[in-house]
């Protein structure tokens, strides 16, 4: 044990307390033990791509002058972002906090304040009382992360200090690209909660188009999951999956989800934008292939757009009709694609936006600036977005 009179212990002592503290509060925290383990609360997607690999690269770069870590109620903070955490005992948390002076950053993931859309399954749109204690949250927080440009636009309605910050991706757990290995069926990649299956309906004649020439391998869990979809839905998905070469990966990790995309093949991610829940999701599900360098072909979600113009239309396809995911399949499976050049093109997209290292750029200078509360936080420009 280092003692606390080692000139050591004074040193880290010192670099900890001379950086703002930072503290979080991740989903359902406030409904657990107060000394709830941190590996509780990272361990699906929303917690790393919002806060475990920031956390631990923003603690390794110490000019940033700030440290993240999980909220504990007896620390003193000098702001605390609360991650997708609302309701009755945030909001108590976030008003508390303001009183006292400690400034408060609700980051949302979802755009709860539009409920609505064609519903697929049971429970998939956001309801009237999450929008009710979504607004509330923005109204009172301090500043607003939003993870979408989508929902960036409706927070700004309700808190004009709201900046888009995108989902990241820590490319120190990417492995070496990987050029594609063709073989006599195309992969198709594929990844997300067996329920969310139907989205594959969205380019269902063009996947039965090439149904021999493709595999389609789906990285997911449990399948009784596809139950909750409604039966004509799940009816056609089954049909749809009936009629293609399928293979089934089970989830385990996004490492292991790493090395199935390193093996090779093209990213698909179709989507049904006939609810703004759709609308408003991030880029994260195609930027984690991408990284590995996949070609990504998707639907127009606005935030895979962006990616799209970012990328200048290389190692990524936007498909809106069936008409466009054909031509987009006809493209990969021809014999004059440019595999190399568009993979790299994927996989530099992300390196150049999304990496970790970009995003905890933006991430801390917002903080700063939230903490300095100076004039302009509102209109916080980012030379990288």
Sequence with gaps: MISSSCPLFRTLEYRVRSQLQVGWVIGDQLDRKPWVREAAL??????????????????????????????????????????????????????????????????????????????????????????????????????VIADSEFIAERSREYNQRTLWVSDNVSMDLVPGYQPARL?????????????????????????????????????????????????????????????????????????????????????ISPRFLDSPYNLGHTEWKIALAMACGRIALCSPVPSYVTVAKRAGGQGIRISDSHAAWSQAFDQVLGDSFSWEEEEMAARSVVERFYSTREVASIHTAFVRKVIDNREGVDSLEIQAH
Excluded at 114 to 141: C, D, F, I
Excluded at 245 to 263: A, G, P, T
């Design 42 to 143: 990272t361990g699906g997607g929303v917690g790393l791509a919002r806060y475990l690999w920031l956390a631990r690269y923003v603690e390794r770069q110490q000019d940033f002058g700030v440290r993240y870590s999980i909220y504990r109620p007896w620390r003193r903070y000098d702001a605390v972002i609360l991650l997708k955490s609302m309701g009755n005992q945030a909001l108590n948390l976030l008003q508390k906090l303001k009183q006292q002076g400690v400034p408060c950053i609700f980051d949302i993931n979802v755009n709860y304040f539009e409920p609505g859309g064609k519903e697929y399954y049971s429970n998939m749109l956001p309801t009237e009382h999450q929008r009710h204690n979504a607004v509330e949250m923005t109204q009172s927080a301090s500043a």
């Design 183 to 267: 073989g006599k069926r195309l992969r198709l990649l594929w990844s997300g909660e067996s329920v969310k299956l139907f989205e594959l309906l969205a380019a269902e004649e063009a996947l039965l188009a090439v149904r021999d020439k493709v595999e389609l391998v789906l990285v997911t869990n449990d399948l009784a999951a596809m139950q909750r979809l409604n039966p004509e839905i799940r009816e056609r998905l089954e049909s749809l999956l009936s009629a293609l070469s399928v293979r089934i990966v089970k989830f385990r990790s996004i490492e292991h989800l790493f090395q199935v995309y390193s093996e090779g093949g093209v990213f």
